[in-house]
């Protein structure tokens, strides 16, 4: 009889079931690494481009559409770096896509802006929600700058990626990207900046609090701690570069304004466009002029192209071939740690020449 009495018991006292964290999908490894530093162990993150993929040419796939479909947050930079993922976007709503370089207070700058002079190490980020950018509206500035971008296929360009995919896993002709122009308008590289990745990291929390209450706090905790290691890798990276600051460099393409701006060093001369896309005649002739006028030494290869373009333009100049850059975060393991690899990565090629 006891033993009948107590089994409504046990089922009244059983623990409620736990709701699972959402689905998150990133469009690109830099922007998947920082929101897996918020989710921690919770779950993992989607990618939709591996580690090798081109952020500017790559092709969504029928998987990647149907991956997208399930998505309860889908996070990423914008159209300006990754065209092919608008309509896709879009159709998910607004409260579903989280557009990083829509969210107030990002630092942006346009192609061929000059450096912007910061005191990084000094800065509180709480009070870096810079005044140009807060009177803007958005909406208008990232949509009207971006109806002309053109993305060319090239054969030089590296789009292999790390796995093989079945015959379904084609480039998704739904999703094309004609007509971008990437030497002007909004550069899209803004994580470059790591004031942009801790403001984005308290955005990518609030988002997953909202879908996810129950583990708000864990997000939130996550976003800060991952913040402060930032500023403490902001720091180290703002000493070991300032003697740098006045040595000029060739880079591949138009990805590195963020970084030199943040840093204090000299803008980089970039023999491609911000989409990595074939350089004309002229704007090669422009690259040579700028590396005979200013006495460039070093000049870095992109990882994912081929060095021929950077090898070419310095010729004569006496410049010295550097590694690798990578501003993407291509080739490198994903993960949460990728974030700050990248940055470290890419100061430590460049010193490495440039010292």
Not at 57 to 64: A, E, I, T, V
Not at 269 to 292: F, Y
Not at 343 to 348: C, F, I
């Amino acid at each position: 009889m006891r033993l009948f009495l107590s089994l409504p018991l046990l089922a009244l006292t059983a623990p409620a079931a736990i709701a699972a964290p959402p689905k998150v999908i990133a469009d690109t490894p830099v922007v998947g690494s920082l929101v897996q530093s918020v989710m921690g162990d919770l779950a993992q993150v989607s990618v939709l481009m591996d580690k090798g993929a081109d952020p500017h040419h790559y092709q969504m796939r029928p998987s990647d559409a149907r991956n997208l479909q399930s998505a309860e947050l889908l996070v990423w930079v914008g159209p300006e770096l990754t065209p092919w993922l608008e309509r896709a976007s879009s159709n998910l709503g607004s409260d579903t896509a989280l557009r990083l370089l829509a969210i107030d207070g990002s630092h942006l700058r346009n192609y061929g802006d000059g450096p912007e002079i910061h005191d990084h190490a000094h800065e509180d980020h709480e009070g870096h929600a810079h005044a140009e950018h807060e009177s803007e509206d958005h909406e208008g500035r990232d949509h009207a700058d971006h109806d002309d971008h053109g993305h060319d296929d090239h054969a030089d360009h590296d789009h292999d990626h790390d796995h093989d995919h079945d015959h379904e896993d084609h480039a998704y002709e739904g999703h094309d990207h004609e007509g971008h122009d990437h030497s002007s308008g909004t550069d899209p590289h803004a994580w470059l900046d790591p004031l942009n990745a801790q403001l984005w990291l308290k955005e990518i929390a609030r988002e997953l609090a909202e879908k996810d209450p129950e583990n708000a706090e864990t997000y939130q905790a996550n976003a800060a701690a991952t913040s402060e290691r930032i500023a403490e890798l902001n720091e180290t990276l703002t000493a070991q570069l300032r003697p740098l600051a006045d040595k000029p460099f060739v880079v591949f393409h138009d990805a590195y304004g963020y970084f030199t701006d943040h840093f204090g060093l000299t803008p980089a001369i970039a023999v491609s466009l911000g989409d990595a896309s074939e350089p004309s005649a002229a704007h090669l002739s422009k690259v040579r002029d700028q590396i005979a006028d200013s006495g460039v030494t070093c000049a870095f290869p992109e990882y994912g192209h081929s060095a021929a373009l950077v090898e070419r333009v310095i010729e004569g100049s006496g410049a010295t071939i550097g590694d690798e850059l990578s501003p993407a975060g291509r080739g490198l393991d994903g993960g949460a740690a990728l974030y700050e690899a990248v940055l470290t990565n890419m100061a430590n090629t460049l010193t490495n020449c440039l010292k």
